[in-house]
């Protein structure tokens, strides 16, 4: 007889296996199948997806890394230290990073034993329903479940002809994995991998140019922390090239040929050593065996599914990088403990309003919330509060003053509309913003709580006050 679950979790990353311990917590029987080994020396599947095993995790482990590097290279001769010249070890980087990957994957076996959740290895698709129960294929065996969540996850978007070998060619996977630092390196796409990876390498001494089609630079960011990343990113070494068009690509002993037109549209061609391709992802669905069940996926090949990610059939649940919205770790875990939860017949919600944005570059951006421009757009009445992280105490101290704080909130309401934050810490920073605005709070209620002196975050209190005219520090 099949084996039979209240839940069945198809895809064991941050918005599968959080709904798996999620669901078991509140008393249901789980199982979760995970096929991807992400080159496990054993070949057993790795829990934790890409993020853990190919994205998130492994490239805040290299940023590290790089960004101590540069302070030793350029920054502690400011404060008075002297260390001489540094020098990188780029698989004692590498291996560092691999074990970090490897701890964290193991912890959350741990935690699947601790809940009780079954893990299957194998890939999940479905095969069919009945009886009050959705059948699914994962590996050599059937399994039945009353309810399904499909957390597939998504893959790397590669260029058309253009074969990935991670070794001249990489997409964010092979980015991680680079066996020394290349004297040129290339990057197509000026998304957050694409940056993250080009600060990486171009901090460790290589030659970085990063070639985008958009003409203009973050266009998914505020226009105004847009306008100081690519000064402040420019200044540190890369080479941006906006509005281009990628045209052949070719790899020979010597490395890397890229023929583009530029945005003028005039034919130009850039030698590298290496190329990374980050031009966005694409949803797993391909193997999903949707057909079989009437499981219904838009044009893009993401599954439709409702505000409570509910998909068109009963029972049948989806989550993450495979459905509509934003493609990040802490979106696809939001939506996966309200799944668990409404499952359960609690009132999960994951509120798309508020999820925050990080890029891990150096300065740090974040925001959440809307940018200046959309609400231009929508022709939304607002004020403003911005503040330089160089009117900071504690910025100065760290020696870390480019950026700055912005606050936008309702005009007329005072309610916070949106915060958008390019500084040092802006990944951390940006949690007080989320849960202001995921409480409806207004900048008056920021600029009258007490923030501990000196620190970074006196420079979001600043931006409150500014929104009404009356910052005390600038």
Same mark, same amino acid.
């Given at each position: 007889?099949?084996?039979?679950?209240?839940?069945?979790?198809?895809?064991?990353?941050?918005?599968?296996?959080?709904?798996?311990?999620?669901?078991?917590?509140?008393?249901?029987?789980?199982?979760?199948?995970?096929?991807?080994?992400?080159?496990?020396?054993?070949?057993? +599947?790795?829990?934790?997806?890409?993020?853990?095993?190919?994205?998130?995790?492994? #490239?805040?482990?290299?940023?590290?890394?790089?960004? &101590?590097?540069?302070?030793?290279?350029?920054?502690?001769?400011? @404060?008075?230290?002297?260390?001489?010249?540094?020098?990188?070890?780029?698989?004692?980087?590498?291996?560092?990073?691999?074990?970090?990957?490897?701890?964290?994957?193991?912890?959350?076996?741990? *935690?699947?034993?601790?809940?009780?959740?079954?893990?299957?290895?194998?890939?999940?698709?479905?095969?069919?329903?009945?009886?009050?129960?959705?059948?699914?294929?994962?590996?050599?065996?059937?399994?039945?479940?009353?309810?399904?969540?499909?957390?597939?996850?998504?893959?790397?978007?590669? %260029?058309?002809?253009?074969?990935?070998?991670?070794?001249?060619?990489?997409?964010?996977?092979?980015?991680?994995?680079?066996?020394?630092?290349?004297?040129?390196?290339?990057?197509?796409?000026?998304?957050?991998?694409g940056l993250e990876m080009g600060s990486v390498w171009r901090r460790l001494g290589a030659e970085v140019t990063i070639l985008e089609a958009l003409p203009d630079f973050l266009a998914v960011a505020d226009a105004d922390v847009a306008k100081e990343a690519a000064?402040?990113?420019?200044?540190?070494?890369?080479?941006?090239?906006?509005?281009?068009?990628?045209?052949?690509?070719?790899?020979?002993?010597?490395?890397?040929?890229?023929?583009?037109?530029?945005?003028?549209?005039?034919? @130009?061609?850039?030698?590298?050593?290496? *190329?990374?391709?980050?031009?966005?992802?694409?949803?797993?669905?391909?193997? *999903?065996?949707?057909?079989?069940?009437?499981?219904?996926?838009?044009?893009?090949?993401?599954?439709?599914?409702?505000?409570?990610?509910?998909?068109? %059939? +009963?029972?049948?649940?989806?989550?993450?990088?495979?459905?509509?919205? +934003?493609?990040?770790?802490?979106?696809?875990?939001?939506?996966?403990?309200?799944?668990?939860?409404?499952?359960?017949? @609690?009132?999960?919600?994951?509120?798309?309003?508020?999820?925050?944005?990080? *890029?891990?570059? #150096?300065?740090?951006?974040?925001?959440?919330?809307?940018?200046? @421009?959309?609400?231009?757009?929508?022709?939304?009445?607002?004020?403003?509060?911005?503040?330089?992280?160089?009117?900071?105490?504690?910025? %100065?101290?760290?020696?870390?003053?480019?950026?700055?704080?912005?606050?936008?909130?309702?005009?007329?309401?005072?309610?916070? &509309?949106?915060?958008?934050?390019?500084?040092?810490?802006? #990944?951390?920073?940006?949690?007080?913003?989320?849960v202001a605005m995921e409480f409806g709070a207004a900048s008056e209620d920021l600029a009258r709580i007490c923030h501990a002196h000196p620190t970074l975050s006196e420079v979001m209190h600043e931006a409150a006050l500014a929104c009404d005219g009356r910052p005390?520090?600038?």
């Open positions: 007889m099949a084996q039979r679950f209240d839940v069945l979790v198809i895809g064991g990353g941050p918005g599968g296996y959080v709904a798996a311990i999620r669901a078991a917590q509140l008393g249901l029987t789980v199982a979760c199948c995970e096929s991807n080994p992400y080159a496990d020396p054993k070949g057993e +599947p790795r829990l934790g997806g890409t993020c853990l095993n190919v994205g998130c995790i492994p #490239s805040k482990a290299l940023l590290h890394t790089s960004h &101590l590097f540069a302070e030793a290279a350029h920054g502690f001769a400011a @404060q008075g230290i002297s260390v001489g010249a540094p020098a990188i070890d780029v698989p004692t980087m590498i291996g560092r990073k691999n074990a970090i990957v490897d701890q964290l994957t193991s912890g959350i076996r741990g *935690l699947f034993k601790k809940n009780k959740v079954t893990l299957l290895k194998g890939h999940g698709a479905f095969a069919g329903g009945g009886e009050g129960a959705w059948q699914v294929r994962v590996g050599e065996e059937t399994v039945a479940a009353g309810q399904v969540i499909v957390a597939t996850g998504s893959r790397a978007r590669h %260029l058309p002809g253009v074969p990935v070998d991670h070794k001249l060619v990489c997409d964010n996977a092979g980015a991680l994995d680079i066996d020394a630092v290349p004297k040129r390196l290339a990057i197509v796409g000026a998304g957050v991998i000064k402040l990113f420019r200044k540190q070494g890369l080479d941006i090239r906006l509005g281009v068009t990628i045209g052949e690509v070719k790899t020979s002993k010597k490395g890397v040929s890229v023929a583009y037109a530029d945005k003028t549209g005039a034919a @130009q061609h850039l030698e590298a050593d290496r *190329l990374i391709v980050s031009i966005g992802r694409v949803p797993n669905t391909d193997g *999903l065996a949707a057909e079989v069940v009437g499981l219904k996926l838009d044009e893009r090949g993401r599954v439709e599914v409702d505000a409570h990610c509910r998909t068109n %059939l +009963p029972g049948v649940w989806a989550v993450g990088d495979v459905v509509r919205g +934003p493609m990040l770790a802490h979106k696809a875990m939001e939506e996966a403990v309200m799944v668990a939860e409404r499952i359960a017949g @609690q009132a999960g919600h994951c509120n798309l309003d508020t999820i925050p944005w990080v *890029l891990y570059t #150096s300065p740090e951006i974040a925001w959440v919330g809307r940018t200046e @421009q959309q609400l231009k757009a929508d022709g939304v009445t607002y004020k403003a509060g911005r503040i330089p992280f160089a009117a900071n105490g504690r910025a %100065l101290g760290m020696g870390e003053t480019a950026g700055f704080v912005k606050m936008l909130a309702d005009a007329r309401t005072d309610r916070i &509309l949106g915060v958008h934050v390019i500084g040092a810490n802006a #990944s951390e920073l940006i949690a007080e913003a989320v005390l520090h600038f």
